[in-house]
């Protein structure tokens, strides 16, 4: 069942979405975009996320680092830009890291990735 869910979920979040469509430019098929989009559908699975959940958790992804892992902007780092705090002595470059670090900010802080994507997209920052 988990096995069945996980790859719903997978190819759900892969495909387009008309909610998300005009916000997230398609990933190259083969590309490193589609290596990160592919891994932040598993760290989103892996905390039970479904595909709505997962599909604003790349829209938040594209918005602050355009998918690059490496990404680097004032004191802020990485694919969701974590704060240099929250990155401190971890490879903050890593997708799969970076997004598990994120996951647990959002739901701190807002409680789903939807809530974390409506105030960027209201204040242009999460």
């Known amino acids: 069942m988990k096995l069945r869910f996980l790859t719903l979920t ?5 495909l387009p979405s008309a909610a998300f469509a005009s916000r997230v430019p398609p990933a190259h098929p083969h590309g490193r975009d589609a290596r990160v989009k592919a891994a932040i559908c598993e760290v989103a699975a892996k905390h039970g996320y479904g595909p709505v959940q997962t599909r604003a958790l790349l829209v938040l992804a594209y918005r ?4 690059e892992p490496t990404q680097k902007t004032g004191s802020c780092w990485g694919l969701f830009q974590l704060s240099r705090s929250m990155c401190r002595g971890h490879h903050w470059g890593r997708v799969r890291w970076n997004t598990d670090r994120a996951i647990t900010y959002i739901r701190h802080r807002y409680g789903t990735p939807r809530k974390a994507l409506a105030h960027s997209l209201r204040y242009n920052f999460y």
């Not at 997978?10 to 892969?14: A, D, E, G, M």
């Open 10 to 14: 997978l190819l759900l979040c892969l």
């Open 64 to 67: 602050e680092s355009s998918w």
